[in-house]
């Protein structure tokens, strides 16, 4: 059996965001957090010895290709589509424990990478620095994951790049939505609110409305400590936890007063 510790420790010596998981599910908090050390590596599996090993999409994003017999849709069919389209340039590709593909592409410099589920179907883009995926030697009881080749991590096409960033699942319908659609409900501007982010300076006072909105809006407590995370996730540069634990306590505080 591999030694998922050494392996974990190689990957953070190479830079990578490095989390434990038991099979896909991450062991530890880390969304926005810096990447662990090798002395955190050498904790986190020494207290969970039998982790899998997942990587942040944090410097590099993943072309993840789903098969037809695993998930119901054939991704490979659809990778294939765009292979001929001369879109696809060889990089580091792994084998899933569920038999689908996943190609790792490093993120370009100067050009931001979407997030995208169903870039063609079967096809989905994992980017957000919160995203994450598994890597060999890990196991699941589908099966283990393994490097389908040696290649070098590569930059992806600009074409590829490009291709991503104007997919979106309404681009098709833009004008029809806009028609039926000429008045934002306060529910739309919510959610419109979650992934507008804010800068240094303006980001308590961001996060702070947030909570009041979804406080109004009837979500329980942990609905909302979820999705301030995910909002938090948008602010530049996103507020530490506790700093959130301060701003949710206060609001809360606040409206019992109220009542």
Known sequence: ??????????YAQKGFYVLPTQGK???????NTPPLTVEQVKYYWSKYPDANIALRTVDFFVLDIDTKEAHGKDGMKSYQTLKNTGLIAP???QLTASGGNQ????????????????????????AHINNY?????????KGSYQWLNKLPMREPKTELVKFINKHHPLNNHKN?????????????IVLDNLVKGAPEGQRND????LCGQMIHAGADDNTIWLLIQYANSFNSPPLENKELEKILSSIIREEIGKS
């Open 1 to 10: 059996m591999p030694n998922k510790l050494n392996y974990a420790i190689q």
């Open 25 to 31: 599910r991450p062991l530890i908090k880390f969304a």
């Open 91 to 93: 990089t580091l590709a």
């Open 103 to 126: 190609l790792f592409y490093k993120k370009p410099k100067n050009i931001p990478v979407n997030q995208v589920i169903g870039l063609k179907q079967g096809i989905d883009i994992k």
């Open 133 to 141: 995926v598994i890597v060999p030697p890990s196991t699941t009881s």
């Open 176 to 188: 029809d939505w806009s028609k039926h659609h000429t008045d934002k409900k306060w529910t739309g």
């Open 206 to 209: 961001y996060m702070t409305r």
